[in-house]
C-alpha cells in the first residue's frame, strides 16, 4: 500500500487501513457484546470465531512491510479505557475454564508452562486494539497501523495466539468428549516449573461433558 493511500481523506472500503480498522473494531463490539453473558451458552464459539477473525488481520499486518509513523514521539492520547470491567465479567462468565497454561516462547528450548487465563489475555487484546483505534478515529490512520502492526509483534499477536489455541483446544476436548485436567484455582503466578506434571496431577474433576452444555458445545455421540 502506498503512503497516499495512508493519508487519503477518502478511503475506499478496500483500502488496507479500512479493512484492518473494521476487523479490529468488529472485534472490540464482538468481545464486549460477549462479555454482557447475554449470551452465554454461546460464548466459548463465539470468541473463537471472533479471536480466529482477528488472527487474519494480525497475519495480514505481520506480513506488511514496516509501516513508520507520522511523528517521532507518539501523539498523546490521554488516559487509556478501564477494562477491568471487562476482564472480570469473562472471567466469571469463563469460570472453571479460564485458567490454561502456554508455553510463551515456542523457539526457547525447554521453556517450562505458566498459567495464563483467557479473561486477561482477551482484556490486553482489547487494550492494545483500541489504542490504535483513538489513532484511527482521530484520523492518524498511518499512526495507527504502526501501533497495531508494532503490538501485534509484540504483544497482542501473541497473546491473541495464544488464547486462539486454548479456545481450540477446549472446543476440541468437549467434541471428541476427552476429559479436561482440572486448572481451577490454578493461580496465574504460579511456578510450574517445578514438575513436569504438574498439570497432570491437578484432579480431573472438569469433564467435558460437564461443561458442554453450560458453554453452548455439543458432545460427540
Known sequence: MSDASLHATSQDPNDFAV??????ESFIVAVTEIAKGDEPDSAVPFLLLEVSQLMLAGGRLGAHED???????????????????????????????????EVFDPYEPRKAPVAARISDDLAD????????????RAGRVTEALWWWQFSYFSNWG???????????SLVAHVRLNQPLAELD???????????????????????????AAPLGLRTVK
Open 19 to 24: 479493512q484492518i480498522s473494521d476487523q479490529v
Open 67 to 101: 509501516i513508520v509513523p507520522d511523528e517521532r514521539y507518539e501523539p498523546d492520547l490521554g488516559p487509556e479505557a478501564d477494562v477491568d470491567d471487562l476482564r472480570e465479567r469473562l472471567a466469571l462468565m469463563l469460570d472453571p475454564i479460564d485458567v490454561y497454561s
Open 125 to 136: 487484546v482489547v487494550t492494545d486494539l483500541r489504542h490504535g483505534m483513538a489513532h484511527y
Open 158 to 168: 501473541s497473546t491473541a495466539s495464544a488464547t486462539l489455541r486454548a479456545l481450540q
Open 185 to 211: 484455582g490454578l493461580d496465574t503466578d504460579e511456578d510450574l516449573s517445578s514438575t513436569e506434571d504438574a498439570l497432570e496431577e491437578e484432579a480431573g474433576r472438569v469433564m467435558a461433558e460437564e461443561i
